[in-house]
């Protein structure tokens, strides 16, 4: 087994590798001064497993070429297998045509990933399980409820309710729910344009409850302001917690999050975040659960098993 690291994520790379307890695959990467992306293998991959480990973050379609060329350059270099790791999956949020003329992007991305060579895909938290469709090879979609549910477990929070932002996240929202013992109340918000939110109702019993607010992700963090608002306003505790896998954080994020003045916002680190961008910010490691299930694919044991742990 060979892991290498593309250029979107430095230390969760040096954290995965840590916890195989493998040394990091050599690789060069580098741009032209066109912008073109250069890659090249440093070490045979030759008859190897090779791990590539890359991650979407505020530059996707730099992080995309980059992992292609990658794929690309293990399959020429007859590598055995090659296993993408893509914790937070691009374009994730466009995979259906929700108006006339649009693209399924996620889709493309898939098809795109397989013509470059992947054979498998480990990804965490896909905005919409049916983005499994849209691949022909197999593809592990992980889930960090798991990693949310011991850190919230561990606080004892006192009548905790688990709140979903939206419709389309109730059935992520109530299994979090049923982890950790809370009820569920779930928001219903309208879309005026993109990444612009306006909480309509909430739907479930929060008056006097710590609410936790539960996505896949936190993009600009206007949905959490409104719904942070809109819970307050309805006689939730004043503590509320927001908690999300992907912490996008882009445009007025940093500023929003500062402004809705949660108790905590709990991430996880899938994408590269400064832990001191804000008070309150926590940040939950993925790479024991990466490393775990690696190890289960390299000695062909079940990865489901890992959540019976």
């Known amino acids: 087994m060979h892991l290498f690291a593309g250029s979107s994520h430095p230390a969760l790379a040096k954290k995965l590798a840590q916890e195989l307890k493998i040394p990091l695959g050599k690789v060069l990467l580098k741009a032209f001064s066109c912008g073109e992306r250069y890659v090249k293998y440093l070490e045979s991959v030759r008859g190897k497993d090779v791990y590539i480990l890359q991650t ?30 893509f914790p937070h999956f691009a374009y994730a949020r466009q995979d ?24 498998h895909v480990i990804t965490l938290d896909l905005h919409s399980a049916q983005i499994q469709g849209f691949f022909s090879i197999p593809v592990d979609s992980l889930d960090a409820r798991p990693i949310f549910a011991h850190y919230f477990k561990s606080k004892n929070l006192a009548n905790p309710v688990v709140v979903s932002p939206d419709a389309g996240g109730a059935k992520r929202a109530k299994k979090f729910a049923d982890m950790i013992g809370a009820d569920l109340a779930i928001m219903h918000k309208g879309r005026p344009q993109h990444q612009k939110a306006e909480i309509i109702e909430v739907v479930g019993d929060i008056e006097g409850h710590t609410c936790i607010l539960f996505d896949d992700m936190i993009d600009t963090g206007g949905s959490l302001v409104s ?63 990466l490393a775990e299930v690696i190890r289960h694919i390299e000695l062909g044991e079940s990865v489901t098993d890992i959540y019976k742990k």
């Open 56 to 85: 979407a973050t505020l530059e996707p379609d730099v992080c995309l070429i980059e992992l292609y060329l990658m794929c690309q350059a293990a399959r020429l270099s007859f590598a055995k297998s090659v296993h993408v790791v």
């Open 96 to 119: 259906r045509v929700a108006e006339p003329r649009e693209p399924i992007s996620a889709k493309l991305i898939a098809h795109l990933l397989e013509e470059s060579g992947a054979d």
């Open 227 to 289: 719904a942070a608002q809109a819970l307050r306003k309805r006689g939730a505790n004043a503590n509320v917690y927001a908690a999300a896998t992907h912490a996008i954080f882009s445009g007025n994020a940093i500023a929003n999050l500062k402004a809705a003045k949660f108790k905590e916002v709990v991430v996880t680190d899938s994408v590269p975040v400064n832990k001191k961008a804000f008070p309150g910010l926590k940040i939950l490691p993925i790479a024991p659960m």
